[in-house]
């Protein structure tokens, strides 16, 4: 593979596919290798041709973090350092410590008194009242209250935590990224296993708007230093995850256009002066032709490369900006793109609704799709074996756990 001489080097924190997609996007816009400092010595950018990676599992902690960015930042002192948090952890730490950065490093991001905020799911939801943005019907639970108080809405719920971060710190044998509680005993249940294992939080319940996965979207916004948004891309989400820990992570997304949608969020991006990527999950509610929003992630979501894929370069808003000085001009995708991360086979048996169907299949047959993980001449044979092997692992993972 060939590599070129840039003025920046982009820094990547994580090891999932968020640090591979957005180091791909680098590699395909401006021909450079990426450096990823992950916790361990696996994923998607272990291994790869276009990425330096460096496993340290203290790499999530202040001071460890802060003495690699230095001297890392030492080390390139004739470039600019393009630092990329990939998971909330390491977004937190760039946005909390962005005025103690080396000069020469750039992190694209708001202060972290506002993203604090904004990643507590109890808090986004208080400015959705305030911007008139829809939101399931959620119950607030907090640490001491009764298990057992009738809830306002009937069973199934859904379960989560408002603090992502705090949350997989403790971790516990029955943990997941999101529950579906179908009775009181089992609400009771989760909860005590779930405060039990040392989370002090609060815990996000909620109504459950009915539908398979085909009624989520995901919208990606990019906002400049000035909170200007620049770029908005809407993915409807066809097929997710559904394994304990990768529940609702995403693994089919058609990009679509919705006025309607990314009118309402680029008026609170904007109003809140907000800098960087954003990522929403958002559900279509069938019962009141609503969209609800369950969260926003103050960084690029781990399925960035829809965005990329469907011709908006995540890598390139950033270098246009902070490196050429350039503002790149309002724009959102219109025209459909397909991204998965399984097997066309598993996509095809899974998606059910007859129009996405049709759709999913048109595209790839127009070769108008991309599996992030596969870039032609990244064929290392242990990082392409453990790839390959992930990849099929989906036919197991969805006949176990999708129901």
Avoid at 24 to 44: D, L, M, Q
Avoid at 248 to 262: D, Q
Wanted: aromatic share 14%; hydrophobic share 35%.
């Amino acid at each position: 593979m060939q590599f070129k001489e840039q003025p920046f080097i982009p820094m990547l924190f994580g090891g999932d596919i968020n640090t591979y997609s957005v180091a791909r996007a680098f590699y395909e816009e401006y021909g450079i290798r990426s450096f990823v400092f992950g916790k361990y010595p696996t994923g998607p950018s272990y291994g790869s041709k276009i990425i330096s990676y460096h496993a340290n599992v203290k790499i999530d902690t202040d001071d460890y973090f802060m003495k690699v960015v230095k001297k890392f930042c030492s080390l390139h002192s004739d470039k600019k350092v393009i630092t990329i948090g990939c998971g909330d952890s390491y977004v937190a730490l760039l946005s909390r410590h962005k005025n103690e950065l080396p000069k020469n490093a750039i992190a694209p991001y708001i202060d972290f008194e506002l993203m604090d905020k904004l990643q507590q799911k109890e808090l986004f939801y208080s400015l959705c009242d305030k911007y008139g943005i829809d939101y399931p019907d959620t119950y607030i639970y907090k640490k001491g209250m009764d298990p057992n108080a009738a809830l306002p809405f009937k069973f199934p719920v859904i379960l989560k935590p408002s603090n992502g971060i705090n949350y997989w710190q403790h971790e516990f044998p029955t943990q997941e990224k999101v529950y579906t509680i179908r009775d009181q005993e089992n609400l009771v249940k989760v909860i005590n296993d779930i405060y039990g294992a040392g989370y002090e939080d609060s815990l996000i319940i909620q109504d459950m708007i009915p539908g398979n996965d085909e009624y989520m979207r995901v919208l990606t916004s990019y906002s400049d230093h000035y909170g200007t948004v620049r770029m908005m891309c809407l993915g409807h989400v066809l097929l997710e995850e559904h394994t304990p820990h990768g529940k609702g992570n995403h693994a089919v997304i058609i990009t679509e256009p919705c006025e309607e949608l990314t009118d309402k969020v680029r008026k609170l991006l904007e109003e809140l002066h907000y800098v960087g990527y954003s990522n929403f999950d958002i559900k279509y509610d069938r019962r009141d032709g609503k969209y609800k929003f369950f969260e926003i992630n103050t960084r690029q979501g781990r399925s960035n490369f829809y965005v990329t894929g469907s011709g908006f370069n995540v890598a390139k808003y950033i270098v246009e900006e902070y490196i050429h000085d350039n503002l790149l001009p309002f724009t959102t995708a219109k025209e459909e793109h397909l991204w998965l991360v399984v097997p066309k086979a598993v996509a095809k048996k899974y998606v059910f609704e007859e129009e996405n169907l049709k759709k999913l299949k048109k595209l790839i047959k127009e070769k108008k799709y991309v599996n992030p993980i596969f870039l032609k001449g990244d064929n290392r044979i242990n990082r392409t074996l453990r790839m390959l092997k992930l990849h099929f692992s989906h036919f197991e993972k969805f006949k176990t756990y999708y129901n």
